[in-house]
């Protein structure tokens, strides 16, 4: 194998009737041959790295391989058909074919080989030692779904919301009240408030003991303002003892 | 406010407000003890469990019971309890206003005692939102109450006396518990409460958390997870429990919206539930103004009977009326009760706590 460019290298293990690769490949570096049941064979001097080949693969059976990129460390390329893709610098764990981890490697450059397909090939950066068992990396988690997530059930404001307040500077229950409604509705912040003062510790250096509550606003619980106006001009009792007699009439 | 003014109103007719209430109006105090609920008794009256204590806290007596011994007493002193009847603002000279139905009052009141308990925690995980979570609380309320299992196969969440004490009753109500969790790697509760629900084989998953409630409309189960060191989940290690009711027993928060507005200073004890206002050691927090039981920082209920019991004398003092006798004596009384409730392996903690919160003064 030539150790120093990108090569594909092809995990077709069975005699299925499959060929798009020989079809696929621009420059002839794939052979199949007549019989469609045929395993694929790459002819590593004709094989440029285009990573069609890669994008085209049904089985997701091809990855490209450089043991050696001068600086002493590999280079896999595999395709990745999972949301969220990496990013370009990132940090990802690659896997083996069984899925299991093999360490740490870069990730150096996304690339979607078919115009108008979306497959995208994930280049990442690994130690030789590990290069020839990588296949795949493991998926990422869904930071998305994970901030849809609701923090305030009352005015149905999302954890994404609320960090999203807290980087622009809230950094108050009440500063995150204002922005986003988060404590405003029905119970008035009892169910929420400790979720967002943990968020606004994990995001600053703030501690909880720093963080003052959030103000509350009467009424306390929610009544209507027919109620609310009811007030003024009704005693409740004209003295102790007709609110005595009253209160033990309605325990009889 | 052509209201005439009474001696001590007090908000909330748990252990706390009761305790209050009877030891004020047993010294010659009128007073007005208003609650939202139909019936008198805070937590207590949803409480089927014996207590634990000694005889002087009444332990081995079931929670309801206590409640109803406390109602007893608070009516033989001529204490009024207004129920139905929520108090929804707390303005400028110790005006409270309530309403009932749909009639709103205002009541002015010489002192005022605080005693509105707590609310529950909650968390955000995925599919949180979905019918078939609630609160441990709300679990208990109904079946004790009510008398409805919220479901049939329950996960709970939270290892602490509260999620012990209510898988236990929920087994008892008829459901099955399939599973109690904690991100700590130990139980949080009393070691017989744990025991009670080992005997019926639930099994307890530490260092674990729930990652999601799965189901379409409602929960059919959830998927849980060992957490690394920092209580993150480890989710690629989670697995999948068979459940339709996921109740969370994560703690409680003393519930200060009236104590804010009032104008009482807050100040954050984690120890006793977070953000709470501030008292003294006879429970006032300002003014005219006392605070007592779970909004004084989350105990149980009987230190909660207690702290009333402390503020409740400490309001006949201040009008007068407490007997030469009794002066400082009683007080005396009290903190020694409480202080031998405060003892041992988890009350140590917190008398600790409350020792410094007192110490060190209105902090906000
Ligand atoms: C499931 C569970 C099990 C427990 N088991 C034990 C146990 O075994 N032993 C033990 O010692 N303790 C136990 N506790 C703790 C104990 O119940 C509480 O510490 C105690 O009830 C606190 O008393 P409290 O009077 O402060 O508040 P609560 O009992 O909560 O009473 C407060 C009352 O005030 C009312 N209120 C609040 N705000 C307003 C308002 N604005 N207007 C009108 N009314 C209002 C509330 O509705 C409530 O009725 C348990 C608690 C729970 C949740
Ligand atoms: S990588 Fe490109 S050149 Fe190499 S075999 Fe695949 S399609 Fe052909
Ligand atoms: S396209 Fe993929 S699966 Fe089909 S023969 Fe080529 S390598 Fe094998």
């Not at chain 1, 990129?69 to 074919?97: C, S, W």
């Not at chain 2, 019918?131 to 709300?138: D, F, I």
Request: glycine fraction near 10%.
């Amino acid at each position: 194998m030539i150790a120093n460019k990108l090569i594909a290298d092809i995990h077709c293990i069975e005699p299925i009737p499959c060929n798009p690769c020989e079809t696929s490949c621009p420059f002839g570096a794939i052979t199949i041959g007549s019989d469609i049941t045929n395993l694929p064979v790459v002819h590593e001097d004709l094989c440029r790295g285009c990573g069609i080949c890669l994008a085209v693969c049904p089985g997701l059976a091809i990855r490209l391989l450089q043991m050696d990129n001068g600086n002493n460390r590999a280079i896999v390329a595999f395709p990745y058909e999972y949301h969220p893709l990496p990013q370009k610098g990132d940090l990802v764990t690659v896997v083996n074919m069984e899925g299991l981890p093999l360490g740490q490697g870069t990730v150096t450059r996304l690339q979607k080989p078919i115009k108008n397909d979306p497959t995208q090939l994930v280049f990442v950066e690994v130690d030789p030692s590990i290069a020839q068992e990588v296949r795949s990396m493991e998926r990422l988690k869904d930071n998305d779904l994970e901030e849809e997530l609701i923090i305030c059930r009352c005015e149905e404001v999302t954890r994404k919301e609320i960090l999203n307040a807290i980087q622009k500077g809230d950094h108050s229950l009440d500063a995150v009240k204002r922005r986003t409604r988060a404590g405003m509705g029905l119970c008035q912040g009892k169910s929420c408030s400790k979720l967002v003062s943990r968020m606004i510790c994990e995001q600053t250096n703030i501690t909880p003991d720093q963080l003052a509550p959030a103000s509350k606003r009467q009424p306390v619980n929610p009544i209507s303002l027919k109620t609310m106006a009811s007030t003024s001009d009704k005693p409740l009792f004209r003295d102790l003892d007709a609110l005595a007699r009253e209160l033990d009439n309605e325990v009889k | 406010m052509n209201d005439s003014k009474i001696d001590l109103l007090v908000i909330g007719a748990g252990p706390a407000g009761l305790g209050a209430a009877i030891e004020a109006a047993k010294r010659g105090v009128k007073v007005l003890v208003v609650d939202e609920n139909a019936k008198p008794g805070g937590q207590l009256f949803k409480q089927i469990h014996k207590f634990f204590g000694s005889k002087e806290h009444m332990a081995g007596t079931r929670g309801f019971t206590i409640g109803e011994m406390l109602l007893e007493q608070a009516r033989e002193y001529g204490v009024m309890v207004m129920l139905n009847t929520l108090a929804w603002g707390f303005f400028a000279n110790n005006v409270v206003v309530v309403k009932q139905h749909d009639q709103s009052y205002s009541i002015q009141a010489k002192k005022v005692v605080l005693a509105t308990g707590a609310t529950e925690n909650t968390l955000s995980f995925k599919g949180c939102t979905k019918p078939g979570v609630m609160t441990a609380g709300a679990a208990q309320t109904l079946i004790n109450l009510s008398r409805v299992t919220p479901g049939e196969k329950i996960l709970m969440v939270g290892t602490g006396n509260v999620g012990l004490i209510v898988s236990y009753q929920l087994m008892q109500a008829g459901a099955q518990v399939v599973g109690i969790l904690d991100a700590a790697p130990v139980v949080g509760g009393y070691d017989v409460h744990a025991n009670k629900i080992r005997k019926a084989h639930v099994p307890f998953y530490l260092g674990h958390t729930v990652v999601e409630a799965l189901g379409k409309e409602e929960v059919i189960g959830a998927s849980i997870a060992p957490v690394d060191c920092n209580f993150k989940p480890l989710e690629k290690e989670g697995f999948f429990v068979e459940c339709d009711t996921i109740c969370l027993a994560v703690g409680l928060s003393p519930r200060l919206d009236l104590a804010l507005n009032a104008g009482c200073p807050s100040t954050y004890e984690p120890l006793l539930g977070g953000s709470m206002p501030w008292h003294d050691q006879r429970m006032r927090s300002m003014e005219d103004v006392y605070v007592a039981g779970d909004v004084a920082g989350i105990e149980e209920a009987s230190t909660a009977l207690e702290e009333g019991k402390l503020a409740g004398v400490a309001v006949a003092d201040e009008l007068g009326l407490l007997a030469k006798e009794e002066q400082g004596v009683i007080y005396e009384e009290i903190q020694s009760r409480l202080d031998k409730l405060r003892s041992g392996l988890y009350g140590d903690k917190r008398r600790q706590a409350k020792l410094d919160l007192i110490e060190r003064g209105c902090t906000r």
